[in-house]
């Protein structure tokens, strides 16, 4: 048995089900959930309080930090902890104070927790049109609306419709900010920042991390916090909480105390991900790829070949909400994505060819 094989035993629902939907929750791994009942079982039963129990728990959060620094390729002071990418960007539009004289760029295929504090930001944004184009023309169509006007530039890594990967340092040091949403990228396909050349970069825990849900991370260029207010401070943003002196680095914008249980599941999560190895990245990639050619003689399949891991197709003779009930009662996880006509599939390290074929029978 292979150590990816060995390692799929410590996620449960892999022995009843095809779970391809990780692109919305990641399968918990046992020692998460056992991570996270400690946690509860401990506070039901020596309390939450107490001088040795709040250090104990801002250690944790400290090596959450830098655990998911080094996911990403970046030093632990430059990580917030969040509940959710959607946290993330909210937490980089109402710093940047835009108005209406701002611009902000964006694409057609973002998730609405980007689109949302786009919405709110009081910015004028543009919209590329990339959602009917096939991959490699998105990055033109996103260019010909930067404009001098242009002060951030706000769109996935990887888009959450289409599993297409959008070449995001190409649009990296060129006068405006780059806000990344990496729901969809960060655990899923390899990650560093500082090649990458961004700005903010968020995580989604509960995702390819197989964590907790509401646990995330924002990065935030250590060059970026002098212009970057702090618009939603609390009492984990302050180094001097009597003098009301921020943490000098990303800590600041931390805004809510995620419960110990959640930060020592998402730490769990990471240890597997860690015992999985960097050939986690390469299975991945090699199983979508795979779900590509089974899906494609069933299904129109829009994802193109060599992106990320996810696998949108449109249907044939169904409609995609009666796609994903017939899956379910195969037990096979897949889900619709509203308004497209598309289903989604999402490939982890964890799905193996039988997941496959049974997605394909269910078809």
Known sequence: MSRLERLRAELPVLGHAAYLNAGTFGPLPRRTVEA?????????????????FFVEVLGLRDEL????????????????????????????????????????????????????????????????????????????????????????????????????????????????????????????????????????YTVSGQKWLCGPDTTGALYVRPDE???????????LSWEDVQELEPWPGARRYESVWLPPGSVAGLLASLDLADEAGDERFAAARATTERCRELVAERADVVTEPGHATLVSFRPRGAEPAEVVERCAECAVVVRELPGTGMVRASCGWWTNEDDLRRLVEAL
């Open 36 to 52: 996270q009942e400690r946690w509860l079982r401990r506070g039901l039963e020596e309390g939450r309080a107490g001088h040795a």
């Open 65 to 200: 930090r830098a655990r998911l620094g080094a996911l990403v390729g970046a030093p632990p002071e430059a990580l917030a902890l969040t509940t959710s990418t959607t946290e993330g960007c909210n937490i980089v539009l109402a710093g940047l104070g835009l108005g209406p004289a701002d611009e902000v760029v964006t694409t057609d295929s973002e998730h609405p927790g980007l689109l949302g504090p786009l919405r709110t930001s009081g910015a004028r944004v543009r919209v590329a049109r990339v959602s009917e184009v096939p991959a490699d023309g998105a990055l033109e169509l996103i260019e010909r609306e930067i404009t001098p006007a242009t002060r951030l530039v706000a769109l996935s890594h990887v888009l959450w419709t289409t599993g297409h990967v959008i070449p995001v340092e190409r649009l990296a040091g060129r006068g405006f900010r780059l806000l990344v949403d990496g729901a969809q990228s960060a655990g899923a396909i390899r990650v560093d920042v500082g090649s990458l050349g961004v700005d903010f």
């Open 225 to 235: 916090r002098g212009g970057l207010a702090m618009r939603t401070a609390s009492y």
